[in-house]
């Protein structure tokens, strides 16, 4: 069974740059009609609800959040059965734990995250 693990977060100040990464236990996009189609990030602040960071489709299309466009990048490498979340200039209002699961979620593919926490 498909299982994601996050890591690559941490404490920054803002401006700076972290990487996330979330490697699959499997292909992140399996060549069957069951397969996800889009593999996102998710995130959840502090007193906030979970939302959608950005995702990258099995085409390779990327969408992104406003309040993190220009400064986050998804990628993914398939030999590694890996994502990423290359996030700059990192500010106060990007602390959260970040998820990977594919969009829409799958509940069983929630993992712990990875804490990303930005101070000023």
């Known amino acids: 069974q498909l299982q994601l693990v996050e890591s690559g977060g941490g404490s920054v100040q803002a401006g700076a740059s972290l990487r996330l990464s979330c490697v699959a236990s499997?292909?992140?996009?399996?060549?069957?009609?069951?397969?996800?189609?889009?593999m996102a990030w998710y995130r959840q602040g502090p007193g906030k609800q979970r939302e959608v960071v950005a995702t990258?489709?099995?085409?390779?299309?990327?969408s992104y959040v406003d309040s993190v466009k220009g400064r986050f990048t998804i990628s993914r490498d398939s030999t590694k059965n890996t994502m990423y979340l290359q996030m700059n200039n990192l500010k106060p209002e990007d602390t959260a734990v970040y998820y990977c699961?594919?969009?829409?979620?799958?509940?069983?593919?929630w993992g712990r995250g990875t804490q990303v926490t930005v101070s000023s």
């Open positions: 699961n594919q969009k829409p979620p799958n509940r069983v593919l």
């Open positions: 499997e292909k992140l996009y399996p060549h069957n009609s069951m397969g996800a189609q889009i």
């Open positions: 990258i489709a099995r085409g390779g299309i990327t």
